[in-house]
C-alpha cells in the first residue's frame, strides 16, 4: 500500500508541474495582445498630440503680406524724410535758431504748410512763407503724408503678424494676390481709398488723425 501511495503522490506532482508551465508560457502571448493594441489607440481618431485638429495648413492673407518689400518701402520714403528734416534744419540755421528747437510742420488750407513750435510769431511766419514757396519741399512733405502713415501701418501690423501670429485683415484687402501690383504707391492708393470712403464706424487704423512732420520732438 506504501508503494501505491507514493506513485499516486508523485503522480500528482507530475501532473501539477506540468500545469505550472503551460501557465507562464500563455501570458508572453497575452502582454503581445496587449502590446499590440497600444500604437492603434496613439493613432486612433481624435488623437491630436501631433496633428492638431481644426488648424488650417496655410494662411493666403498672412503670406501675401509677408511677402511685402517693406525694406524697399522703407528706403523711398527715408529720401523725402531726409529732405525734409535737412530742409528744417537749415531754416532753423538761416534765422539763427537753436538747433534744437522743436517744430512740427503740418497741412493748412490748400495743402499749404503750417509751423508751429515755441519761436517768435515773426520768425514762424518766414520760415512758413519760405517752405510754402519751396517747390521740393512742398512735394516731399506732400508725399510723406501719405506715404509714411500707410508705411507705419503696414511695418506695426508686419510686427504683430511675426510676433504674435496676429493677421490683420485691413493690410490684407491691401495687398494683391500678384506681387507686382504690390508697389509702394499701389497700396498707398488701396490705403488711401479706404480711408476717403471709411465712415465714423471703421476702424481708428483708417480714420487716422492728420499728418504732420515734427523736427526735433522729444519722445
Not at 16 to 39: F, H, L, V, Y
Not at 103 to 118: C, I, M, P, Q
Not at 151 to 168: I, R, T
Amino acid at each position: 500500500m506504501s508503494l501505491l501511495t507514493s506513485l499516486i503522490q508523485a503522480s500528482a506532482r507530475f501532473q501539477q508541474a506540468m500545469d505550472n508551465r503551460q501557465a507562464p508560457a500563455a501570458k508572453p502571448n497575452d502582454g503581445q495582445t496587449a502590446e499590440a493594441k497600444i500604437p492603434e489607440a496613439a493613432g486612433s481618431p481624435g488623437d491630436d498630440r501631433f496633428t492638431p485638429s481644426g488648424q488650417p495648413e496655410g494662411d493666403s492673407g498672412s503670406l501675401k503680406t509677408r511677402q511685402l518689400p517693406l525694406g524697399q518701402y522703407k528706403q523711398t520714403v527715408a529720401q523725402d524724410l531726409s529732405f525734409v528734416r535737412e530742409t528744417l534744419r537749415h531754416k532753423l540755421a538761416e534765422y539763427n535758431l537753436h538747433p534744437a528747437t522743436a517744430l512740427s510742420v503740418g497741412k493748412g488750407e490748400g495743402s499749404s504748410a503750417v509751423v508751429e513750435g515755441k519761436i517768435p510769431d515773426e520768425l514762424r511766419d518766414k520760415i512758413e512763407k519760405d517752405l510754402n514757396n519751396n517747390r521740393g519741399f512742398r512735394d516731399a512733405f506732400s508725399r510723406l503724408s501719405v506715404t509714411e502713415p500707410t508705411l507705419h501701418f503696414m511695418d506695426n501690423a508686419l510686427k504683430l503678424n511675426q510676433a504674435y501670429g496676429v493677421s490683420n485683415s485691413l493690410l490684407d484687402s491691401l495687398v494683391s494676390e500678384n506681387q507686382q501690383f504690390n508697389g509702394l504707391q499701389d497700396v498707398i492708393h488701396r490705403y488711401d481709398s479706404l480711408k476717403r470712403s471709411a465712415g465714423t464706424s471703421q476702424p481708428e487704423s483708417i480714420n487716422s488723425p492728420r499728418y504732420a512732420f515734427s523736427l526735433n520732438a522729444r519722445a
